[in-house]
Antibody
Framework: VQLVESGGGLVQPGKSLKLSCSAS????????MHWIRQAPGKGLDWVAY???????VYADAVKGRFTISRDNAKNTLYLQLNSLKSEDTAIYYC????????WGQGVMVTVSS | DIQMTQSPSLLSASVGDRVTLSCKAS??????LNWYQQKLGEAPKLLIY???SLQTGIPSRFSGSGSGTDFTLTISSLQPEDVATYYC?????????FGAGTKLELK
């Protein structure tokens, strides 16, 4: 099982970014997936969930700004980040299933002017 | 939303000690609680799921207990490699939430 995030970088406040999580080694379409973030020096912060049937749940802090999606044909999970704020600066991790038994290595998103 | 409160925030212990970490939920989460270990510079690792099920490959010195609102992670004999921050996480109902973490260091 491998999860590899990409798409991070430096972005200005108010702008957008799209993160990807490429999955391999398991039947991606059978698993719900999550995004979790961690601001520098802070704790873990759950962000969003998408079920195997594409139902979604969001943290209050990102609802209406972030969109989680998946492409089962490409074995890829996405997180669209819109209207970014400085407080969205964090390492973003994707994780598998309801128990997060596998995590990616994380991708850094920095929101700054 | 369900709030998760971990205590203590910092714990100093000696090698061989029995260590107990606490996690309290603001409402009943039944047994839908996991524990994660995060070492500096690394992604978190699953230790315990559904309150007391040990993840494959995790040493048996780690154990979990509890139900409802009160949960505990116990390390029966602390080892140097256990220095890390430990997080609880509830998945009873969305939005799902982590505790703020307990940082475990060697005395």
């Amino acid at each position: 099982v491998q999860l590899v995030e990409s798409g991070g970088g430096l972005v200005q406040p108010g702008k957008s970014l799209k993160l990807s999580c490429s999955a391999s080694g398991f039947t991606f379409s059978s698993y719900g997936m999550h995004w979790i973030r961690q601001a520098p020096g802070k704790g873990l912060d759950w962000v969003a969930y998408i079920s195997s049937s594409s139902g979604t749940v969001y943290a209050d802090a990102v609802k209406g700004r972030f969109t989680i999606s998946r492409d089962n044909a490409k074995n890829t999970l996405y997180l669209q980040l819109n209207s970014l704020k400085s407080e969205d600066t964090a390492i973003y991790y994707c994780a598998r299933g309801g128990i997060f038994d596998y995590w990616g290595q994380g991708v850094m998103v920095t929101v700054s002017s | 939303d369900i709030q998760m409160t971990q205590s203590p925030s910092l714990l100093s212990a000696s090698v061989g000690d029995r260590v107990t970490l606490s996690c309290k939920a603001s409402q009943n989460i039944y047994k839908y609680l996991n524990w994660y270990q995060q070492k500096l510079g690394e992604a978190p690792k699953l230790l315990i799921y559904y309150t007391n099920s040990l993840q494959t490959g995790i040493p048996s010195r780690f154990s979990g207990s509890g139900s409802g609102t009160d949960f505990t992670l116990t390390i029966s004999s602390l080892q140097p490699e256990d220095v890390a921050t430990y997080y609880c996480y509830q998945y009873n109902s969305g939005p799902y939430t982590f505790g703020a973490g307990t940082k475990l260091e060697l005395k």
